[in-house]
């Protein structure tokens, strides 16, 4: 039979099936209505049969009772092109989507979820309680105020050299980028399931990143700063559907966190110098007197 050959109805509703691309499981094909219908982790997809899709499709059916009664209390944007999750929080309910047309969770259903830094924790939460971990994306993008005023300095060196022949910007001099990567890359976000076909969930949402011409601290930490209140939000939201009666504690930094603080924060070895180079950063405006003294107290160790 030929790839555009007319094919049999859909074995489970009846409907047509489309002649291009159509959609198989199991040697059978299945018309676009039912295939869209699916939605589940990957693994289980991938081991579909035709008597696993029925016994979904019951499941789907189900599941349209909760997206009916679903009224949409708070939503949770991971940026642009990411992730939304939006919840119910009179039903105890949410979902992966925008609009309740994916899969609706009951909080009953959620086992436990972690949120990570790249792979340093920030919050664990279950029924025992939610932790929230130190970071030390602050301290880290503050050591890095060095390397952002030398690429300051290099852009200027870079535009008066340009300026040496004739007074005039000539875009001759190669432009000086900054290419330094942050301090973390994305917020890792796992939701792990008690669900028949959901095990583990999982989505991210991008850290903030410096602009490569014109690299800031100050506007760094105010985007970062934004997008801890962002996941503040998500872990709120998700303690009310999940584990209302958790308690919630802050702890200290994880061992990723630890080695990570210890790798970044070392002292120098002539504190002196390094106060004096963080001193010259606040005279020339890239850092406050407020964070230089807080630098200065921890190159002297007080």
Excluded at 10 to 26: Q, V
Excluded at 77 to 90: E, V
Excluded at 244 to 259: D, I, N, R, T, W
């Amino acid at each position: 039979m030929g790839l555009f050959s007319k094919k049999p109805p859909c074995p489970i509703c009846g409907g047509k099936i489309p002649l291009i691309l159509p959609s198989k499981i199991e040697d059978e094909y299945i018309c676009n209505t039912c295939y869209n219908k699916i939605d589940m982790g990957a693994d289980q997809e991938n081991h579909l049969t035709m008597q696993g899709l029925r016994e979904y499709l019951a499941f789907y059916e189900q599941n349209q009772r909760l997206k009916e009664q679903f009224v949409i209390s708070e939503r949770i944007d991971f940026g642009l092109w990411d992730t939304k999750i939006i919840f119910d929080h009179r039903n105890k309910l949410f979902c992966m989507s925008k609009n309740p047309d994916k899969t609706v969770f009951e909080g009953q259903q959620l086992k436990s979820f972690t949120i990570k830094e790249d792979s340093t924790p920030l919050f664990e939460g279950s029924a025992a309680g939610i932790r929230r971990y130190a970071s030390t994306v602050t301290e880290r993008t503050m050591a890095m105020a060095p390397q952002i005023a030398q690429s300051a300095a290099n852009r200027r060196m870079a535009r008066t050299l340009d300026r040496l022949d004739d007074g005039k910007v000539n875009n001759s001099a190669p432009v000086q980028y900054f290419d330094i990567p942050e301090p973390f890359q994305a917020f890792n976000v796992e939701l792990h399931f008690d669900h028949p076909y959901w095990t583990v969930l999982q989505c991210d949402m991008d850290g903030p990143r410096f602009d490569n011409s014109h690299p800031d601290v100050n506007n760094y930490l105010r985007s970062y700063q934004q997008s801890i209140e962002e996941i503040e939000k998500l872990v709120a939201a998700l303690r009310t559907v999940a584990f209302p009666g958790a308690a919630e504690q802050s702890v200290g930094l994880g061992p990723v966190g630890m080695q990570a603080a210890y790798t970044t924060m070392a002292p120098p070895t002539d504190a002196i110098e390094e106060i004096k180079k963080y001193k010259a950063l606040m005279e020339d405006g890239i850092i406050s007197q407020q964070e230089f003294e807080a630098k200065k107290k921890q190159l002297l160790g007080i």
